[in-house]
C-alpha cells in the first residue's frame, strides 16, 4: 500500500471550512484513498474514501488531484465537535483472495489532529 | 451503526493472568478485525479473520490468540498478560462497500 503523508496538526474556527491536506505521491491505479477520523477515547469513524473522482456525503467533500498523487478533505463547515485527529489511507479496496495483503486491513500513521477552535 | 459490541469496555487484571476480549457483530460481515492502540504508536492490527475458523496474524500477533468459531463473535484471547498489553483494543468489521471498516468502541485493558 501507497505511503501517505500528512501535517502533524492543523487548527481550523468554528464554521469555517476545514481543508486537510494528505500526499500520496507513489499511488497505484488500483488503489483507492480512504479518510477515518478519531474523537478521543472513541473507535475510528469512516468519513469519505475515492478512487479518482471527487467525492461528497454528508460529513465532507474529497478531492483528488488529477494525477492522484494528493488529496484533500474538506469539512465544509466546521464544529467544535470535528476535533479529531484524521487519518488518510490508501490501499486497494479489492485484495486477491482473502488471506492476502491482510484481508483489507487498513495501516492507520499518525494522522493529522485537527483542532477546531470558537 | 455497524451493530459491533465489544466487551468488556473496560478491565483491569493482574501479570500472568489470561484476558479475553468479545466482538460481536451483528450484520454477519465475513472480515473482522483487531487492533491495539497505543500513545506513539497509533493503530496496530493485531489478528484478523476471513470467515469462521479462518484466522490470520497482523503486525503485532505476538502474545495473543484469536478464535472465530462463528460468523457474529471474534474472540482476542490474552494467554498470560504482560504490562506491555496494557492497551486500547478496538475490533473492526469491514463492510459490504469497497474496503470501508467500521470500528467499535474499543476495550481499555490494564495489566498490573
Known amino acids: 500500500d501507497a505511503k501517505t503523508t500528512q501535517p502533524t496538526s492543523m487548527d481550523c474556527a468554528e464554521g469555517r471550512a476545514a481543508n486537510l491536506p494528505c500526499n500520496h505521491s507513489t499511488i497505484s491505479g488500483n488503489e483507492y484513498v480512504y479518510w477515518y477520523r478519531q474523537i478521543h477515547s472513541q473507535g475510528p469513524q469512516y468519513i469519505i474514501h475515492g478512487l479518482k473522482n471527487n467525492e461528497t456525503n454528508e460529513m465532507a467533500s474529497l478531492i ?55 | ?32 478485525y483487531w487492533y491495539r492502540q497505543d500513545p506513539g504508536h497509533g493503530l496496530r492490527l493485531i489478528h484478523y479473520s476471513y470467515g469462521v475458523k479462518d484466522t490470520d496474524k497482523g503486525e503485532v500477533s505476538d502474545g495473543y490468540s484469536v478464535s ?4 457474529e463473535d471474534f474472540l482476542l484471547t490474552l494467554e498470560s498478560a504482560t504490562s506491555s498489553q496494557t492497551s486500547v483494543y478496538f475490533c473492526a468489521i469491514k463492510g459490504t462497500g469497497t474496503g470501508e471498516l467500521f470500528f467499535g468502541e474499543g476495550s481499555r485493558l490494564t495489566v498490573l
Open chain 1, 64 to 118: 483528488i488531484t488529477e494525477d492522484r498523487k494528493s488529496s484533500t478533505l474538506i469539512l465544509p463547515h466546521a464544529t467544535l465537535r470535528d476535533t479529531a485527529v484524521y487519518y488518510c489511507i490508501v490501499r486497494r479496496a479489492n485484495s486477491p483472495g482473502g488471506r492476502s495483503n491482510s484481508g483489507y486491513a487498513l495501516n492507520f500513521g499518525k494522522g493529522t489532529s485537527l483542532l477546531v477552535t470558537p
Open chain 2, 1 to 32: 451503526d455497524a451493530g459491533i459490541t465489544q466487551s468488556p469496555r473496560h478491565k483491569v487484571t493482574e501479570t500472568g493472568t489470561p484476558v479475553t476480549l468479545r466482538c460481536h457483530q451483528t450484520e454477519n460481515h465475513r472480515y473482522m
Open chain 2, 68 to 71: 472465530r468459531s462463528k460468523t
